[in-house]
């Protein structure tokens, strides 16, 4: 069977090679020059299989207008005459209930387990080392509420889900020395001693390396896609001047994969969150991290990676709603900076650029996986800030559902349709 993945984000990328695997032929294009180019490459390493809480909440939607009138504050909406994105809101006012939250927490933990295992797989049986530690996860909280909220939650998930510590502000400090924030300024926080990071840019370059060795498997870059329709049905796709034909097409065009449906003729209920991030390096040894860091009333997030090269801290956070464009817009950039210097004792000057990526989220944050209303076409996109820990997760499930095998997951969760 041949198959043809459109993208080679991270999500392309590990479709491809667990289809590849499963013995077909595979075909991969992208509009860019190389792999990991969209959302992909400089996002905040968290390999997250625990905290999968998606974005719509009773709780976001209570501190929605407050975190809107933050000055340079996490999240931006830019206000916009655009029937996709108030579609889509109107979904996300839908997911905001407790209990599509609470089935959406059940569905994601079900897939970052299955991706968990699934991205030790990839790593065992495609040999390629992308920098991946079970370097446990510390989230600090700096107000009461929302560190009252987080320990009741640890206190639920006691026996359920991984085992957690709630700590107080000098505990924090404790368990990560490399912090610079004042225990005055800390409520307490909630440590994950499971949970993992890696370097999603090494893994989708290695990855796709390994991939190009196959005889089976072809790459096209630098080609921007297009549907070829006939009797409404996806028989080939335009790829730069080449009509290519498969016997099925996977969508994984992150953000890109909304307009490719629409000129399917089917809406796709995906928006560009862009997030921000810079890679720094410590200062001094002191300065290193022993664990992923999230700063949760910031929202702001920092891994440890040790590169060859040496030690550097992944700094990442942000949510714009502002359509596609993917410039680094300082005064955004500023913001993460800012987060950097006010907790790490970090060299800003080592990463002076920045880096911004559209995250591809639906307004449930569940990814969606599974058939599309054309046929020949599956879907496999939408992971919003999760793309990196459910990728590996994700393509099992798709390959399953293509190749027709008995799903790791209930697949009902994470249907267009649901
Ligand atoms: C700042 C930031 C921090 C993040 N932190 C984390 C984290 O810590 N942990 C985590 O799990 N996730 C994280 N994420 C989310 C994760 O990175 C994304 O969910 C993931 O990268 C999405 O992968 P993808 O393959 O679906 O999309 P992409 O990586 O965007 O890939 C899509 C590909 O499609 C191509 N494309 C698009 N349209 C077309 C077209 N018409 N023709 C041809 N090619 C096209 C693009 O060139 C691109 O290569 C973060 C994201 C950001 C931005």
Redesign the pocket.
């Known amino acids: 069977m041949h198959v043809c993945v459109?993208?080679?984000?991270?999500?392309?990328l590990a479709t491809a090679w667990a289809l590849s695997e499963a013995g077909c032929e595979v075909t991969i294009?992208?509009?860019?020059s190389g792999p990991?180019?969209?959302?992909?490459a400089?996002?905040?390493?968290?390999?997250?299989y625990n905290f999968v809480a998606p974005l719509a909440s009773p709780d976001t939607l209570l501190h929605l207008p407050a975190m809107l009138l933050e000055p340079n504050g996490p999240l931006r909406i830019k206000p916009r005459l655009d029937l996709d994105f108030l579609r889509w809101g109107v979904g996300f006012l839908r997911a905001s209930t407790g209990r599509m939250v609470r089935e959406t927490t059940a569905a994601q933990l079900a897939l970052a387990a299955l991706s968990q295992r699934e991205t030790m797989a990839v790593e065992r049986d495609a040999a390629i080392g992308f920098y991946r530690k079970v370097a446990g996860k510390l989230v600090v909280y700096r107000h009461p509420a929302t560190f009252a909220t987080a320990r009741r939650q640890a206190e639920a998930q006691r026996g359920i889900g991984a085992a957690q510590m709630v700590l107080d502000p000098a505990a924090c400090l404790a368990q990560e020395p490399g912090l610079r924030i004042r225990a005055a300024d800390l409520q307490g926080g909630v440590f994950t001693p499971s949970e993992e990071l890696g370097d999603?840019a090494a893994f989708c370059d290695r990855l796709a390396g390994r991939l190009r060795e196959r005889n089976s498997v072809t790459f096209i870059w630098d080609?921007?896609?297009?549907p070829v329709l006939r009797d409404g049905q996806l028989v080939a796709v335009q790829a730069g001047a080449r009509e290519i034909g498969a016997d099925h097409f996977v969508l994984?065009?992150?953000?890109?994969a909304r307009?490719?449906a629409k000129a399917c003729g089917f809406y796709l209920p995906i928006q560009a969150m862009?997030?921000?991030?810079i890679t720094v390096r410590p200062r001094n040894p002191a300065g290193e991290l022993r664990h992923s860091v999230t700063d949760a009333d910031r929202k702001i997030?920092f891994?440890p990676l040790a590169h060859e090269s040496g030690a550097v801290i992944r700094v990442?956070?942000?949510a714009d709603f502002v359509g596609e464009d993917r410039g680094v817009d300082p005064v955004r950039l500023e913001a993460i900076r800012k987060g950097a210097r006010e907790a790490l004792d970090v060299d800003l000057e080592s990463d002076p650029l920045g880096w911004a990526?559209?995250?591809?989220i639906t307004p449930d944050s569940r990814p969606i996986i599974g058939a599309s209303p054309v046929a020949g076409l599956f879907l496999n996109?939408g992971?919003?800030?999760?793309?990196?820990?459910?990728?590996c997760g994700s393509a099992r499930l798709a390959t399953e559902l293509l190749l027709g095998g008995t799903p790791s997951v209930e697949p009902g969760w994470f249907s267009l349709a649901r």
């Open positions: 459109l993208g080679a984000g991270v999500v392309g294009i992208d509009g860019a990991g180019q969209g959302a992909s400089g996002n905040g390493a968290q390999l997250s999603c080609a921007r896609v297009t994984s065009l992150g953000s890109g307009d490719f862009k997030g921000y991030s997030v891994a990442a956070g942000n990526g559209l995250r591809p996109t992971h919003g800030g999760l793309g990196w820990t459910l990728a």
